[in-house]
């Protein structure tokens, strides 16, 4: 089995400012991780994802996220944010038992950025 | 080309109706999922089918039924609706590598 905890619910930030979303994971098998993003009122947009190689992972919108195998993260950071980041945050996490056929989501992380 | 199409947007039920939310994809993928949103709950799994005529339970199945009978549909039925099951219903599909879902706009769905 697999799961998803995102360390904290509502992140509050002002524009320019960096950062830093919370995310931990377990899983007995290799993962593979994802964070998306929903506007308000929107579906879910892929922000990023890590299959395999470089740890390090950038994604839209000048996101990045860093998969840490040995502490079982997968944090999402943006060095500069701005007021139209405002949205809801999940990680998800999928694995080769399921070949990617369903997520496993965190409870989601409000990002707020305020002006 | 229209990806993941839900429909309806909205709907409100009384207790104890049916209905069924309809999900339909142009993307030929083989995976299809439905997920409930719930606050401070995130994203949990209904259902999944894995192809035409295969389907199976996820997180939270109970008074939930699914039928995939083409690759295109994927409708979720609710059997007698309960006002728990007052919710946010998204619709996903996916594919095999890169292993990524890509989701509706959402159904919003009020049992009074």
């Known amino acids: 089995a697999q799961s998803v905890t995102q360390l904290d619910s509502q992140v509050p930030v002002f524009e320019e400012a960096p950062v830093e979303l919370r995310c931990n994971y377990s899983?007995?098998?290799?993962?593979?991780l994802f964070w998306y993003v929903q506007y308000p009122n929107q579906g879910l947009q892929l922000l990023l994802k890590y299959l395999s190689g470089s740890t390090l992972v950038k994604g839209i919108n000048g996101f990045e996220a860093e998969f840490n195998k040995s502490q079982t993260s997968f944090h999402l950071r943006k060095p500069s944010v701005h007021i139209s980041d405002t949205a809801e945050y999940f990680c998800a996490v999928s694995s080769e038992e399921t070949s990617g056929s369903r997520l496993t989501f965190g409870e989601g992380t409000q990002l707020t950025v305020n002006p | 080309n229209a990806g993941v199409t839900q429909t309806p947007k909205f709907q409100v039920l009384k207790t104890g109706q049916s209905m069924t939310l309809q999900c339909a994809q142009d993307?030929?993928?083989?995976?299809m999922s439905w997920y409930r949103q719930d606050p401070g709950m995130g994203l949990r799994l209904i259902h999944y089918s894995v192809g035409a005529g295969i389907t199976d339970q996820g997180e939270v199945p109970n008074g939930y039924n699914v039928s995939r009978s083409t690759t295109e549909d994927f409708p979720l039925r609710l059997l007698s609706a309960a006002p728990s099951q007052t919710s946010v219903y998204f619709c996903a599909t996916g594919t095999g590598l890169p292993y990524e879902q890509y989701f509706g706009p959402g159904t919003r769905l009020t049992v009074t």
């Open positions: 993307m030929n993928h083989e995976y």
């Open positions: 899983s007995s098998v290799s993962v593979y």
